[in-house]
């Protein structure tokens, strides 16, 4: 089968051609109908050789929907042409976490040596996925496999960030998006969905991204510079944000968050920009607190499914054939992507 693979630290990804796989006992196999891009893969593709923890070569894709193609001894729970959306997160799958369907909080995950699909493990952007259990599998009941693909991550992410301030957001209160990528279109959606807050503000630097996040909801898009916290206090009666989820989570960004939040609100790190948050008197607000949440629970990605099904959710993709996944990851590095790129490796 063709996958796109990174084979070879420092050199960019590429199309090969590679064994297709056989499921054993218990295993599914999947004919990839769709998988997301994330900016996740360029941060495992900009590692130090000494700072990756799998080996290469590494098919990518962490965002997956598929049709099943065969079943390995004693598997149940699907059945060969059933659509499903795959639950990316990995875990021991008997720790207290694993048990609760938190596996993207398992604690031997490191310790084990186990990697998830595409973050370590052979991802999506492939013909076919192998999955080793049922239990990671979420029937799509008749959602648009292109567009449900990213839910299971640029939904799951920051539906699992909300539900966790949703205490802050009450009448009257202001949440801010920074970034209307992938995640932060869906984190307005879901804002403004799950949430009885007064105003959802995005702030990107593009306008064509603050023009997409008006269109999902936005009660005010505006410009991510030196004059966006400004701004958020001018629209909060200098009070601040009640939350901030910043989907970015540079330098820039975190400082600008510290600046825009209020007394008592919660800065919530969702992107992986490798920025730092100083949390000391003086550095943020008094009675400010900060997380920094990681991809979402197995029950969480049914809710989201489930929202997306009710049409609570409208996802933006752009989508390319396998063989223009060089040309998804360009665009994804320039910043050219409206929302989420999506790779058709059936298509």
Known sequence: MKAFQYHTHGEPPALRTVPDPEPGPGQ???????????????VIMHQPADRLWFPLPLTLGHEAVGTVAALGEGASGVSVGQQVAVYGARGCGTCRSCALGRENYCPHT????????????????AEYLL??????????????????????????????????????????????????????????QLLRAL??????????????????????????????????????????????ADVVLDF??????????????????????????GGRLGMAAGRVPYGVTSSVPYWGTLPELTEVLALARSGVLDVHVETFGLEEAPLAYERLRAGKINGRAVILPNG
Not at 110 to 125: H, K, Q, T, V
Not at 261 to 272: F, H, I, M, Q, S
Request: net charge negative.
């Open 131 to 188: 999955v080793e259990d049922t239990r990671y599998l979420v029937p799509l009941d008749g959602l648009d496999p292109v567009r449900s693909a990213p839910l299971t991550d640029a939904g799951l992410t920051p539906y699992h960030a909300v539900k966790r301030v949703l205490h802050q957001l009450v009448p009257g209160s202001t949440a801010v998006a920074i970034g209307v990528g992938g995640l932060g279109h869906m984190g307005i």
């Open 248 to 273: 970015v989570g540079s330098d820039v960004t975190l400082k600008a968050a510290a600046r825009m939040v209020a007394k008592e609100g919660e800065v919530t790190v969702v992107g992986l920009g």
């Open 28 to 42: 599914v196999l999947l004919r990839v109908d769709a998988a997301g891009v994330c900016h996740s893969d360029e």
């Open 195 to 240: 949430s009885p807050a007064t105003q959802v503000l995005a702030l990107d630097i593009a306008e064509e991204k603050l023009e997409l996040a008006r269109s999902c909801g936005a009660h005010h898009a505006l410009r991510s510079d030196e004059h966006a916290a400004r701004a958020v206090r001018a629209l909060t009666d200098g009070l601040g």
């Open 110 to 125: 490191e310790r084990l040596g186990i990697l998830s699909p595409g973050l370590g493990g052979p991802g999506a952007i």
